[in-house]
């Protein structure tokens, strides 16, 4: 069978739902803390193959808007993880040529972890390795009404005229704007869904699920997800003969 679709293809842009931290900690007896803490060796080890790989784009989803319905001890935790892991990561990051972008409503975190998350972006906002965004208090649907809005903000002022609004535009008013859109989600943990994650920008996504829990995702299950994304034959809708052959 002749296959003109590369065979070693690596995305551009991996995004991550990191699940399976609290039964990894519950199966050993441990709180759930102890998992989403044992979670951050899983996120530095993407961290790594990504750069290693030569993807430009990381997206993990850390925290999502409907995650505030937690119970608050576990929140209160997952805060202070987040802002422990920033402040012991960030010199390194920095000197790896990572840049640091954080989505999601920065509204109810706590002041100190939206001080240190601004601080990282511009420390880190020169550096082109490799672009790290971390979707905090982040939900799909939410970015998508707040991109709505705020056209309809221009539209109101007269700076916009409805007929402009295309998907260019309302892309660029996304969370991830100026981002090429994920070319592969990993979901690890065994669920197969996209809970509100990157709603719009996964549209032609290529999904990979994991039934491994996330702290035990390995450098060998990411090797693994990305070869499965080099043998996908992506179609955005024409037939198959059509991506074969350009000219039919
Ligand atoms: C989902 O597992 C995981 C989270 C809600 C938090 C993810 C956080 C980390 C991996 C910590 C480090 C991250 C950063 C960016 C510093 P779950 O608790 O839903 O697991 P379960 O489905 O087994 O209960």
């Known amino acids: 069978m002749r ?20 039964r990894w900690a519950q199966r050993r007896g441990l709180p759930r803390a102890a998992g ?14 990504c750069m290693t790989l030569g993807i430009g784009v990381l997206t993990i989803f850390a925290f999502s808007t409907e995650n505030w319905r ?12 987040f802002l422990e892991a ?30 240190r998350m601004s601080e990282a972006e511009v420390r880190t906002q020169a550096n ?9 208090a982040y939900g799909g649907r939410h970015d998508i009404v707040d991109a709505a809005k705020r056209l309809a903000i221009e539209v109101k002022a007269g700076t ?4 402009l609004i295309d998907e260019a535009r309302f892309n660029e008013q996304l969370a991830l704007h100026g981002l090429p859109d994920p070319d592969l989600l990993i979901r690890t943990g065994g669920d197969h869904r996209i809970s509100n994650f990157l709603l719009w920008n996964l549209a032609y996504t290529e999904l ?19 070869a499965a994304f080099g043998e996908r034959q992506r179609r955005y809708g024409q037939t198959s003969a059509q991506v074969s052959d350009p000219s039919c």
Request: hydrophobic share 50%; glycine share 8%.
């Open 3 to 22: 296959r003109s679709f590369a065979l070693v293809r690596v995305p551009q842009h991996v995004a991550i739902i990191m699940d399976g931290n609290g």
């Open 36 to 49: 989403h803490r044992a979670g951050l060796s899983a996120v530095r080890m993407s961290i790594e193959r």
């Open 70 to 81: 937690r119970p608050q001890a576990e929140v209160g935790l997952l805060m202070g993880l």
């Open 86 to 115: 920033l402040d012991a990561e960030i010199d390194e990051l920095a000197a790896q040529g990572v840049c640091i972008r954080f989505v999601g409503a920065r509204g109810h975190l706590a002041p100190a972890l939206v001080t």
């Open 128 to 136: 082109s390795r490799l672009t790290l965004v971390i979707a905090m």
């Open 160 to 163: 916009l005229h409805p007929e």
């Open 208 to 226: 990979w699920f994991s039934d491994r829990l996330w702290p035990e995702f390995s450098a060998d299950d990411f090797a693994t997800a990305v």
